[in-house]
């Protein structure tokens, strides 16, 4: 995907989480009958305003899209009108405050919980929880666990999808826990397997920690045939179409897609000849593989799948719906996992069980929301999801400037039965740029660590 591609995902994303966002504080406020003055999308110089409704308040976008703002009627911040008084933010009650300022996090949670009920509605195709042989040496493989074992249940949680195992035993290597793994063998024998994730350091968090454990997703060996072209990709701009078999990768022969697939890892942004037979005819394509960090590697993509034959489809593949009850159930879960999970990676950061290298930035969430895009509607829409609840957990954190720090006031306030001091307030606002600051330049150095290190 192009850079202008890859732009266009990242504000499109950014403009939808943050109107999400605004817009729970807009509606919060608009129910406690507090005015709204300004609701902005983007800071700084407004490039366009509109003003709607009966107390005329400005739609604005602005310049820099990092972020946005609803501005609301408050006698701290100018002169208010005697009859406007009672509608002015500070003199809201407590619990009133709470709500308004509470309300933004909780619609990013919310919109979270929507899209995934609406995928899991939909149904997702989902590989099977079917392992591959693990490396000698790894946990996994010391665990008993063999190529063709299908993972039932894990802890007595039933494992329907390979992503529902590497959420359960990532969360079980953070938490350092022993993983009780049910199976079904290749005899179709059920097996009770000891997955021990007790001494999994923290250190092996850097790249894939699930590939450290030693599992791996089964794939049956497939021919080096294109099933799906991604529209714009380095493969569509070379002339491939599904259907083309190759033969070659500068000469060397490739038996499976896996070879073909290694081939152009190792040649990131490196012209690659490929020897192509459709229908019947011979001819040989050169294409450039788009470079991609992954785990601080970089590695080459062009944009293309494989022919995946029924009979595999079936092994490998299950379409996982649900109704609209167990949906909304699901992705409940689904967003409480999420969120607690960012809050154990951030609390495993702080006492330094896990590397700050895992902070990411708006390079590296940008590259993302590019992928995603490239990759269909269904994974651009997940990635909206996990942003969001990210959002929700970045401002729900105890610091000042943050919806979280104004909550902490706010519960001093009940505790005490006053208002924190505006001295307390100032310096708390000083202190929280401060550590907003660290964080986004520690994640800018991490985006740019990940861009040149590869």
């Known amino acids: 995907m192009n850079l202008l591609h890859t732009i266009a995902a990242f504000v499109v994303a950014l403009g939808i989480l943050i109107v999400v966002h605004e817009y729970g504080h807009y509606l919060a406020a608009r129910l406690c009958n507090v005015r709204i003055l300004r609701f902005s999308v983007g800071f700084g110089r407004p490039l366009v305003i509109w003003r709607l409704g009966p107390d005329a308040t400005e739609w604005a976008i602005a310049a820099v899209p990092f972020g946005g703002y609803v501005k609301m009627l408050d006698e701290r911040e100018g ?18 405050r709470l709500l308004i300022v509470a309300a933004g996090p909780a619609f990013n949670l919310l919109f979270a919980i929507a899209v995934y009920a609406g995928l899991f509605m939909y149904g997702l195709p989902e590989a099977r929880p079917v392992a591959a042989e693990p490396p000698k040496g790894t946990l996994a493989y010391a665990a008993g666990l063999r190529a063709g074992d299908t993972v039932r249940s894990i802890d007595g949680q039933p494992i329907e999808t390979w992503q529902e195992l590497r959420w359960r035993v990532i969360q079980g ?138 009979s595999h489809a079936e092994r490998i593949l299950v379409r996982v719906r649900y109704g ?13 996992d999420i969120a607690l999970f960012s809050l154990k990676m951030l609390g495993k950061m702080l006492v330094g069980e896990v590397s700050w290298k895992h902070l990411s930035g708006p390079v590296t969430i940008a590259d993302y929301a590019g992928q995603s895009a490239q990759m269909g509607w269904i994974s651009y829409a997940t990635f909206l999801a996990l942003i969001s609840v990210s959002l929700a957990v970045l401002n729900l954190l105890p610091i000042p400037l943050l919806d979280g720090g104004h909550l902490m006031y706010y519960a001093v306030e009940i505790i005490r039965g006053s208002p924190v001091s505006e001295r307390a307030m100032e310096l708390g606002q000083r202190v929280g740029l401060a550590l907003l600051l660290f964080m986004m330049a520690f994640a800018f150095y991490n985006d740019l660590n990940r861009l040149f290190s590869g």
């Open 173 to 310: 290597a953070l938490q350092r826990e022993s993983l009780a793994v049910e199976v079904i063998n290749e005899r179709r024998e059920i097996e009770q397997l000891k997955l021990d994730l007790t001494a999994f350091p923290a250190a092996e968090f850097e790249g894939d920690a699930l590939e450290r454990i030693g599992l791996r997703l089964y794939r049956p060996a497939l021919e080096p045939v294109f099933g799906a072209i991604v529209p714009d990709s380095p493969a569509e701009r070379a002339g491939l179409k599904t259907g083309d078999r190759v033969r070659q990768a500068d000469g060397k022969s490739l038996a499976t897609w896996d070879d073909l697939v290694r081939t152009i890892r190792e040649r990131p942004a490196t012209p690659l000849r490929l020897a192509i037979e459709r229908n019947g005819e011979r001819f040989s394509v050169d294409v450039v593989p788009e470079a991609a960090t992954v785990n601080g590697m970089q590695i080459g993509r062009i944009g293309a799948a494989p022919l995946v034959p029924a």
């Open 79 to 96: 002169p208010v009108e005697p009859h406007e008084r009672a509608r002015a933010f500070n003199r809201q009650s407590v619990w009133r």
């Open 324 to 336: 609209p009850l167990q949906a909304l159930a699901k992705s409940c879960e689904k967003t409480a």
